[in-house]
Each structure stands twice: as structure tokens, then as C-alpha cells.
Nanobody
Framework: QVQLVESGGGLVEAGSSLRLSCTASGLTFSRSAMGWFRQAPGKEREFVATISGSGGNVRHSDAVKGRFTVSRDNAKRTVYLDMADLKPEDTALYYC?????????????????WGQGTQVTVSS
């Protein structure tokens, strides 16, 4: 059974940094693309970043490019989202997702496995 457990969210001030982590079990982690998505109240789930199984292929949304960085440590079965210069509009529930393909895309429907989410709240 695939399990994804996110951690690292919290309440921070604008301009701060946070690191989200997602640890996976029940899948061949190094062969699984991972994604980060977020959902704010009343809005649709939004793509944030994706990273291929090897970590050599990454993509970030335009909204976070230059501020957020996705990375992974396959030995630790963990994917990270380093968030810098946080803005109030980054406030959302952040989800980690896994695909059984080595490279995945930006659509939530591409990912069959999801974590429960970790809340990030940025105050102005």
C-alpha cells in the first residue's frame, strides 16, 4: 500500500522560508515521479512542481519559479519543496503526489497517489 506523509508546514510571515518534506512507502521510489500541488480555500488544486524519479528532470509552475525548489533524496525516500520569499498568496494546503512513471506532468489526474497535505499559512 502506497503511503505519502507530508511534514514541514506552518504559519510564517511574508518573506520567510519553509521546507516541506514528503516521505513515501509502498512504491519503488527511485522509479516514481513526484509532484507537489496546493489548494487554497475555494480554489482548484494547483500544480506547484514535479521531479522525475532520478531527480534529473524538474519543473516548477510560473507562480513559484525562482522562489520554490523541488528536490529528492532517493536513499531517504523523501521529496522536498524548499520555499523562499513566501507570499500571502502561497497560503494553501500543500499535497505531495506520486506517479508510477519515471517522469510525470502537471495535471493532478496524472498522479494516482496522494498524501493528506500539510498547511502553509503566510501572514502579511
Amino acid at each position: 500500500q502506497v503511503q505519502l506523509v507530508e511534514s514541514g508546514g506552518g504559519l510564517v510571515e511574508a518573506g520567510s522560508s519553509l521546507r516541506l518534506s514528503c516521505t513515501a512507502s509502498g512504491l519503488t521510489f527511485s522509479r516514481s515521479a513526484m509532484g507537489w500541488f496546493r489548494q487554497a480555500p475555494g480554489k482548484e488544486r494547483e500544480f506547484v512542481a514535479t521531479i522525475s524519479g532520478s531527480g534529473g528532470n524538474v519543473r516548477h509552475s510560473d507562480a513559484v519559479k525562482g522562489r520554490f525548489t523541488v528536490s529528492r533524496d532517493n536513499a531517504k525516500r523523501t521529496v522536498y519543496l524548499d520555499m523562499a520569499d513566501l507570499k500571502p498568496e502561497d497560503t494553501a494546503l500543500y499535497y505531495c503526489a506520486a506517479d508510477l512513471s519515471i517522469i510525470s506532468g502537471t495535471s493532478p489526474g496524472t498522479y494516482p497517489y496522494w498524501g493528506q497535505g500539510t498547511q502553509v499559512t503566510v501572514s502579511s
